[in-house]
């Protein structure tokens, strides 16, 4: 399996089955991560952390605080894709796996800006 990324025209397909997509809240200036998987039926989200409270990232009832970390289990279906803005307040997603973490213009390799992201799976 691989993901997909689609930006301004290009798309960039990257052969992992795990990965984190990590950003900064851009008020709170506070670091969201999830842990993504790559499947046959889409992109599933298994599990999100964020570092704090506030401002509309109040973490669900069943988040438990680990490490300094607000984590949950969210329970969702499979995606087909996953559209990333990005207003520009508070710098770029990153997408980390096997230790790395890169910026989305560096992966795309040109600056993303205010362009939108799609993440998908490529092979189907």
Do not use: Y
């Not at 992109?43 to 964020?50: D, G, P, S, Y």
């Not at 506030?54 to 995606?79: H, K, Y």
């Not at 790395?100 to 992966?107: A, N, V």
């Amino acid at each position: 399996m691989s993901l997909c990324l689609a930006s301004a025209g290009s798309v960039k397909a990257l052969s992992l089955a795990a990965f984190t997509l990590v950003w900064t809240h851009s008020i709170e200036k506070v670091d969201w991560q999830e842990d993504w998987r790559v499947t046959p039926s889409g992109l599933q989200l298994v599990q999100a952390r964020v570092k704090g409270t506030g401002a509309g990232m109040e973490p669900p009832p069943e988040a438990r605080l680990v490490d300094g970390w607000f984590q949950w289990t969210p329970n969702s279906a499979p995606m087909q894709e996953v559209v990333l803005g990005n207003s520009g307040a508070a710098g770029e997603w990153r997408l980390c796996a096997g230790g790395k973490c890169r910026t989305l213009s560096d992966i795309l390799g040109h600056p993303i800006g205010a362009d939108v992201t799609t993440m998908s799976v490529c092979d189907r």
